[in-house]
Antibody, heavy 125, light 108 residues
Framework: EVQLVESGGGLVQPGGSLGLSCVASGFTLSSHWMSWVRQAPGKGLEWVANIKKDGSEKDYVDSVRGRFTISRDNAKNSLYLQMNSLRAEDTAVYYC??????????????????WGQGTLVTVSS | SYELTQPPSVSVSPGQTARITCSGDALPKKHAYWYQQKSGQAPVLVIYEDNKRPSGIPGRFSGSSSGTMATLTISGAQVEDEGDYYCYSTDSRGTRGLFGGGTKLTVL
């Protein structure tokens, strides 16, 4: 069974740091792009960051660029998100997602076919 | 900047057809994907590449795309289909993602 399990969420003060982890099972992590998606309380989904299969390419939503770092350890079947300089607006459930990447015509795509259960990050004093 | 726009809510009676739209200037060139999120649960992929249905998703779910609009259609909506639905697409390189604002579907 394909499964993603996040951990590391919790309460942190504004300006603080927190690291999230996601352990994958039931598939070969190195065969997939991986991503983090978040959802603020009562709000919609927001894509946060992507990382290529081998970790050589990463991208971020503008609001977290320079503060968050996505990484992976394929040997440990794990995905990570290091969050620094946290703000109240970063409060959200963070989902680890498995990507399906492909190219069609002139465009490439990466969408999410599997999601973890999410871990809650609360930034508050 | 690129945006995907959805209606905030759609309401139908059980057995009726529900249509949820997603508009975006790049959609004529880009595939759209649809996610269903029920209360307190993680999202689930219900349509990919505009009109393909993952295994395990009921046949009443279908997708289409024309011009700047993608549409998720639920034919014969059931009470269990209630939830939030999000469209999704990517930039041209597929490295940056974007969700629509979400549509709350009520079936009653």
């Amino acid at each position: 069974e394909v499964q993603l399990v996040e951990s590391g969420g919790g309460l942190v003060q504004p300006g603080g740091s927190l690291g999230l982890s996601c352990v994958a099972s039931g598939f070969t992590l190195s065969s997939h792009w991986m991503s983090w998606v978040r959802q603020a309380p009562g709000k919609g989904l927001e894509w946060v960051a992507n990382i290529k299969k081998d970790g050589s390419e990463k991208d971020y939503v503008d609001s977290v660029r320079g503060r968050f770092t996505i990484s992976r350890d394929n040997a440990k079947n794990s995905l990570y998100l290091q969050m620094n300089s946290l703000r109240a607006e970063d409060t959200a459930v963070y989902y680890c997602t498995r990507g399906v990447g492909y190219c069609s015509g002139a465009f490439c795509y990466n969408y999410f076919d599997t999601w973890g259960q999410g871990t809650l990050v609360t930034v508050s004093s | 900047s690129y945006e995907l726009t959805q209606p905030p809510s759609v309401s139908v009676s059980p057995g009726q057809t529900a249509r949820i739209t997603c508009s975006g200037d790049a959609l004529p060139k880009k595939h759209a994907y649809w996610y269903q999120q029920k209360s307190g649960q993680a999202p689930v992929l219900v349509i990919y590449e505009d009109n393909k249905r993952p295994s395990g998703i009921p046949g009443r779910f279908s997708g289409s795309s024309s011009g700047t609009m993608a549409t998720l259609t639920i034919s014969g909506a059931q009470v269990e289909d209630e939830g939030d639905y999000y469209c999704y697409s990517t930039d041209s390189r597929g490295t940056r993602g974007l969700f629509g604002g979400g549509t709350k579907l009520t079936v009653l």
